[in-house]
């Protein structure tokens, strides 16, 4: 619990140092209030500058980023379809083989299995 208290107690002495900072800053300054509010806002347009320019050029790396992904996908599509293809094409040429060999396998047997009243020697 002590813990908790001294974490509150540090925050608001941060917070009331910076507060002091600031208004000690704004007394002790150089120039003017009016100076001061003129310098300030030409700061904040210089930054909403940057960050626009910053904005755009993240936009431009994005769509970049993006134009390469799609390429690469397109590329792994098109390669796992013809392998897809390729493995079809040999998958159906192993299986007529295998029929071709179950076919070969099956008719001498058709033809050396006597049937039923042929073959038999007659009765003496």
């Known amino acids: 619990m002590s813990d908790k208290d001294e974490f509150g107690a540090f925050l608001i002495g941060f917070i009331v140092g910076g507060l002091t900072g600031a208004v000690t800053a704004l007394l002790l300054a150089p120039q003017s209030g009016e100076e001061t509010r003129v310098l ?24 970049k980023a993006a134009a390469q992904a799609r390429t690469s996908f397109d590329e792994l599509a098109n390669k796992t379809r013809e392998q897809a293809t390729e493995l079809t094409k040999k998958s159906q040429v192993v299986l007529e083989e295998q029929r071709s060999k179950i076919s070969d396998a099956i008719a001498p047997k058709k033809k050396t299995t006597p049937k039923p009243g042929e073959g038999e020697a007659p009765a003496a």
């Open 40 to 63: 300030i806002k030409e700061k904040a347009v210089e930054l909403k500058d940057k960050t626009a320019v910053s904005i755009d050029e993240a936009y431009k790396e994005a769509e």
